[in-house]
T-cell receptor
Framework: DSGVTQTPKHLITATGQRVTLRCSPR?????VYWYQQSLDQGLQFLIQ???????AKGNILERFSAQQFPDLHSELNLSSLELGDSALYFC????????????FGPGTRLTVL | AQSVTQLDSQVPVFEEAPVELRCNYS??????LFWYVQYPNQGLQLLLK??????LVKGINGFEAEFNKSQTSFHLRKPSVHISDTAEYFC???????????FGQGTRLTINP
């Protein structure tokens, strides 16, 4: 158990819908990262937050957005969902935002029908 | 930009046999290298990492990896595998000060009795 929690574990929805994925980092970690794992693209970095502010952006679509709240939990919002958005979404956290010390959560599996 | 190539998408081996999972990277600057394991229906767990120092890195569960700068490789090895090692293995790279990990496509290790 990494100490990073993600909810829900599974999510099934329809095309065109909007969903919110939630991540709680390890106690004391200030930075949260979001990754997408799909059959087509593999594991890709989406976005990073550090202490409430966006720190780095990767291959994140404009239909996707994220935020980190004062209690340091983070939410990833996915809108206008398409079939190709079906994937496993991982959250990771680290103490000070260094990529070499990330701990990953169990993931949220999103299925878009 | 950095990139990672895992040379084998699937590796079947017999139980108690040795295994090597191959990883090559591309970067114009010094890198940090990682191997993660993903057991079925679980998140990513760090096996080992190379930041600096000795090029032979020992990790959890009897795995080790060797950093070879001239060949830009970071191959993962285990002298004797067990059924419980069945999983997907990901090689990843980052650079000092970077915010994200760049992952390879993964290698599925299957252990046959």
């Amino acid at each position: 158990d990494s100490g990073v929690t993600q909810t829900p574990k599974h999510l099934i929805t329809a095309t065109g819908q909007r969903v919110t994925l939630r991540c709680s980092p390890r106690s004391g970690d200030l930075s949260v990262y979001w990754y997408q794992q799909s059959l087509d693209q593999g594991l890709q970095f989406l976005i990073q937050y550090y202490n409430g502010e966006e720190r780095a952006k990767g291959n994140i679509l404009e239909r996707f957005s994220a935020q980190q709240f004062p209690d340091l939990h983070s939410e990833l919002n996915l809108s206008s969902l398409e079939l190709g958005d079906s994937a496993l979404y991982f959250c990771a956290s680290s103490v000070v935002g260094r990529a070499d010390e990330q701990f990953f959560g169990p993931g949220t599996r999103l299925t878009v029908l | 930009a950095q990139s990672v190539t895992q040379l084998d998408s699937q590796v079947p081996v017999f139980e108690e046999a040795p295994v090597e999972l191959r990883c090559n990277y591309s970067s114009s600057v010094s890198v940090y290298l990682f191997w993660y394991v993903q057991y079925p229906n679980q998140g990513l767990q760090l096996l080992l990492k190379y930041l600096s120092g000795s090029t032979l890195v020992k990790g959890i569960n009897g795995f080790e990896a060797e950093f070879n700068k001239s060949q830009t490789s970071f191959h993962l090895r285990k002298p004797s595998v067990h059924i419980s090692d069945t999983a997907e293995y990901f090689c990843a790279v980052t650079i000092q000060g970077a915010q994200k990990l760049v992952f390879g496509q993964g290698t599925r290790l299957t252990i046959n009795p």
